[in-house]
C-alpha cells in the first residue's frame, strides 16, 4: 500500500514550513474530523474527515453549511496528518498554505452505507453522519468531472432535522477551540509549528513560559520566612503561614505568592512599562488595606524603579516598575493583595493605552442589569469596529478595556469614553445615574468614564481582590457575557490557573490592536 501522506510531505519544504511531518497516526475510539477556517491566498475552509489514521481532506471555498439547498465546490486535496486535527496558528506566508487557521469546527464523525470510508472516497463518493460544534447531520461529498485540474467534488447537506436553510458559516467565523478569530490569531498565534521535528513534539507554544512546578515545591519546603529563588532572583519571603484571605480553607501568604508567581508570565505584559500602585493588606483582607506607591528603600536592588517627572512635594516620586515576573512576587510579598499598573507607560506617562470603560454597579445595580449595560457596550463597540474585552472585577463590577494608539491624552480618552457610555446610558435610562455623589446615584449604576485620568487606576488582569477566598479580576471574550454561569466573583486565586489553561487569555489579542477612536455621532 502506498504512503497515504506522500503528496502531503512533497509539497512542503520541512526545513521552512512549521507544520509535523506527519505519522500515520493510531486509529482508535470515535473517528474525529474538523473544519479549519483556513485564510491563505484565498480564504477556504479545510473539511477533513479521520480515515485509517490520517485526514482525509476538502478545501472548501464557500464553506460548509447547514443549509439543504446549498452547493458548494469541494476540492479534494491531500491527505493531512492527525496532528493537523487542533492545528490553530500561522503559518508562515510564502509557505504552501501560508496564512492563519482557526479551528472552526471538530467532533466526531460516522461513515454512512459503508464500513470501508477509504474506499467510499476512492469511487468517489462519501456519505458522513457528523457531530460538531457547528456542523450536525448528514453530509454528502460526490465527485464532479474535472474541468480544468484538481479534483472538484460537490458538498451538500441532507435536509435531516439538522438542516436549517440559509445558514451560512461566514455568520459563525470564530473558533471552537479559543473563541477567536482568524484577525485574532494572526494578531497574536499562540501556536507555531517547528519544522523538521517529529509532528509529536512539533508545536512550539509562543505562550509565555510557566514557572516549573519545582520553584512551588521550593517554596512549600521553606518554614515561616526563606529566601526563594524564582524567576532568577532571590526574594526573602516572609509570614508564609499568614492567612491574607478568609475562606474555606483560608488562603495563606504562601498560597498568594505561589499565586503571583504562577500569574505572573500571563499578566505581565499588562503592567510592565507602568509604575504599579500597590493596594496593601500586610494585616490581610480583613483589616483595612491602604495605597503605597514609593518603591521602599529596602527593595531589592534589581527591583525596576521610575522617578515620576512631574510629581508635585510631597507626593509619590519613584514608583516601582514591574518589568519582570518576579517583581509581582516580590509586590505580592509586601503585602500587595491589588496590583494597579497606571494606565500610562512610563516613556510617555501622559499619554494613555487604553481607553477604560467602568461599569459600577449601584446598590439596586442586579447582576442582569449590570449585564444589560456590558452587552450595550458591547453593541456599540462592535458597531465602531473596536477591539475591547471586558473583564469582570473580583467585586461586583466589569470593565471594558480598549487599547488606544499613542497620541491621545487623559482628556481625549475620558470624552470619548464619557460619549460612548452616554449612548449606551439613554437606551436604559432607567439603570444609570449620572450623579457624581453616590447618594444621588440612588442605587443605580454608575458609567465611570472619570477613571480615564493620569494616576488613577483600574485592578490589573488576573490581580486578586481582597475579599474572603481571594477572587480574581479575569479578562473574558465578549461572548461569555451571555454565559449565564458568569458572575463578577466566579474565579479565585485556585481555580483561574485551571481556566486560562482551558481557555487562554482574552486579553491577549488587545496587546497587538492598538486603535485610534472613532467618531462618535
Ligand atoms: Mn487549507
Do not use: C
Not at 64 to 79: C, F, I, S, Y
Not at 113 to 133: F, I, K, Q, Y
Not at 149 to 160: F, S, V
Amino acid at each position: 500500500m502506498s504512503d497515504p501522506l506522500e503528496t502531503y510531505r512533497r509539497k512542503r519544504d520541512f526545513h521552512r514550513t512549521p507544520e509535523p511531518a506527519g505519522a500515520v497516526a493510531e486509529a482508535g475510539g470515535a473517528r474525529r474530523f474538523v473544519v479549519q477556517r483556513h485564510r491563505a491566498s484565498r480564504l477556504h475552509y479545510d473539511l477533513r474527515f479521520e480515515i485509517d489514521g490520517v485526514l482525509v481532506s476538502w478545501a472548501v471555498p464557500k464553506g460548509p453549511t447547514l443549509d439543504p439547498k446549498a452547493r458548494r465546490l469541494a476540492m479534494h486535496v491531500e491527505d493531512h496528518p492527525m496532528e493537523y486535527l487542533e492545528f490553530e496558528g500561522v503559518i508562515p506566508s510564502g509557505e504552501y498554505g501560508g496564512g492563519d487557521v482557526v479551528v472552526w469546527d471538530i467532533g466526531t464523525w460516522e461513515p454512512v452505507r459503508t464500513s470501508d470510508p477509504r474506499a467510499a472516497v476512492d469511487s468517489g463518493e462519501l456519505h458522513a453522519e457528523v457531530n460538531g460544534r457547528k456542523l450536525r447531520g448528514r453530509l454528502v461529498l460526490v465527485r464532479r468531472d474535472a474541468e480544468d485540474g484538481g479534483e472538484p467534488w460537490m458538498l451538500l447537506h441532507k435536509r435531516d432535522e439538522h438542516a436549517v436553510e440559509g445558514w451560512d458559516p461566514e455568520d459563525h467565523p470564530r473558533s471552537v477551540l479559543t473563541g477567536r478569530t482568524n484577525d485574532e490569531v494572526l494578531a497574536d498565534p499562540h501556536h507555531l509549528w517547528r519544522s523538521g521535528a517529529p509532528a509529536a513534539e512539533a508545536s512550539v507554544s509562543l505562550l509565555p513560559e510557566p514557572l516549573p512546578d519545582s520553584a512551588i515545591d521550593e517554596l512549600e519546603s521553606l518554614g515561616q520566612q526563606g529566601t526563594w529563588e524564582v524567576f532568577g532572583r532571590r526574594l526573602k519571603v516572609t509570614n508564609l503561614d499568614k492567612v491574607l484571605f478568609p475562606g474555606e480553607p483560608p488562603v495563606t501568604k504562601r498560597e498568594l505568592l505561589a499565586y503571583a508567581a504562577r500569574i505572573a508570565p500571563v499578566a505581565l505584559p499588562y503592567l510592565e512599562g507602568r509604575a504599579l500602585n500597590m493596594h496593601r493588606y500586610p494585616e490581610g483582607a480583613g483589616a483595612k488595606g491602604f495605597w503605597h506607591k514609593e518603591r521602599p528603600g529596602h527593595a531589592p536592588e534589581w527591583l525596576p524603579g521610575w522617578d515620576n517627572p512631574d510629581a508635585d512635594p510631597g507626593e509619590t516620586r519613584t514608583y516601582v516598575v514591574p518589568d519582570e515576573p518576579a517583581a509581582l512576587v516580590w509586590a505580592a510579598n509586601f503585602g500587595a493583595l491589588e496590583w494597579h499598573p497606571w494606565t500610562s507607560r512610563t516613556e510617555a506617562p501622559d499619554e494613555p493605552t487604553y481607553a477604560l470603560v467602568d461599569l459600577d454597579p449601584g446598590e439596586r445595580t442586579s447582576w442582569d442589569d449590570l449585564l444589560v449595560l456590558a452587552r450595550l457596550h458591547r453593541t456599540a463597540l462592535e458597531h465602531l469596529g473596536m477591539t475591547a474585552r471586558p473583564k469582570v472585577t473580583g467585586r461586583r463590577g466589569i470593565q471594558i478595556w480598549v487599547p488606544v494608539v499613542g497620541g491621545y491624552s487623559f482628556d481625549d480618552t475620558r470624552a470619548w469614553v464619557e460619549k460612548l457610555s452616554r449612548t449606551v446610558g439613554k437606551v436604559v435610562p432607567e439603570l444609570v445615574s449620572w450623579k457624581w455623589e453616590v447618594k444621588a446615584r440612588k442605587g443605580l449604576a454608575r458609567l465611570d468614564y472619570t477613571q480615564n485620568a493620569i494616576n488613577k487606576t483600574l485592578v490589573a488582569p488576573y490581580s486578586p481582590r481582597p475579599a474572603a477566598g481571594a477572587p480574581v479580576s479575569v479578562p473574558l471574550t465578549w461572548d461569555e457575557l451571555d454565559d449565564p454561569d458568569l458572575r463578577p466573583d466566579r474565579w479565585t486565586i485556585r481555580t483561574v490557573l485551571d481556566r486560562l489553561a482551558e481557555r487562554g487569555d482574552p486579553f491577549r489579542v488587545l496587546l497587538g490592536a492598538a486603535q485610534e477612536l472613532p467618531e462618535i455621532s
